[in-house]
């Protein structure tokens, strides 16, 4: 039980990998509040956690940040652990241009709203409820797509290498402040999450569907949302207590190279 005693607040943990995260931690004994703006997947996963608790939560409201993180004090008297997980890709409500040239500025806007603000107001409040303790950890999910460019997701990409940036400054200022308030980010790749279904679909070609989207990665498979919660939980405990500002990348070793495994004959 690595985390016993401890407290966390997951973002945008109502599903997929923030869910998952949730579960891993409480797993090692903490106490979690999972938050999200998807109120009944959210609180049927605090429910099936146990000891867990729910409260809604726009990241890209500063009102909301600050009232979750009275929540946690209120509770628990503390907050060890932050999880900043919730994102938003911009093609939620379907396909539109987020290329270079054609994207909206208001499109763009909004996706760097909750994920690029979302995160800065995660730090913010998180250091925040951090200082009485001097301690803890801050665990931003960035991604593969802000390490290279992505043409099709002009505004995805750069808020994540926005993320993969202020994780380091987050770090650097805990430091010069004195605090043991580590900060890192994780980066994933493909990983099977709901997102996906729409791509994959039910059918007989699924399975085949599933190989095409992951050809170009040397593991040839998706990545589960296990692994990444594990990532989090190695991040969140004091295995990790002399790592901050640094990065992990989960990504079936896209960005080692080339397709490490010559194709069969």
Not at 133 to 157: F, K, T
Not at 170 to 186: K, M, W
Request: glycine share 10%; charged share 25%.
């Amino acid at each position: 039980m690595k985390l016993d005693g401890r407290v966390a607040l997951v973002t945008g943990a109502a599903r997929g990998i923030g869910a998952g995260a949730a579960r891993a931690l409480a797993a090692e004994g903490a106490r979690v509040l999972v938050t999200d703006v998807r109120d009944a997947e959210g609180a049927a996963v605090a429910d099936a956690i146990g000891g867990a608790a729910y409260r809604r939560l726009d990241v890209r409201e500063e009102a909301d940040w600050a009232g979750a993180m009275d929540d946690v004090l209120a509770r628990w008297g503390r907050l060890d652990v932050l999880v900043n997980n919730a994102g938003v890709t911009g093609f939620e409500d379907g396909p539109a241009p987020h290329d270079p040239e054609h994207a909206s500025l208001d499109d763009w806007r909004a996706v760097h709203r909750t994920n690029t603000d979302g995160v800065f107001l995660g730090c913010k409040h998180g250091i925040r409820a951090m200082r009485s303790a001097a301690r803890g950890s801050i665990i931003n999910v960035s991604s593969r797509s802000g390490i290279v460019g992505i043409p099709a997701a002009a505004a995805y990409a750069a808020s994540k290498a926005a993320v993969r940036n202020h994780t380091k400054t987050v770090a650097l200022y805990c430091a010069q402040q004195g605090l043991a308030i580590r900060c890192n980010s994780i980066h994933p790749a493909a990983i099977l999450t709901p997102m996906w279904e729409p791509m994959l679909g039910d059918g007989p070609d699924r399975e085949a569907r599933m190989a095409a989207l992951v050809r170009d990665t040397p593991l040839r498979r998706f990545g589960t949302v296990e692994e990444v919660a594990a990532a989090v939980m190695y991040l969140a405990s004091d295995d990790s207590g002399y790592m901050t500002g640094s990065e992990l990348h989960l990504d079936g070793g896209i960005l080692a190279g080339a397709v490490a495994s010559p194709d069969s004959e």
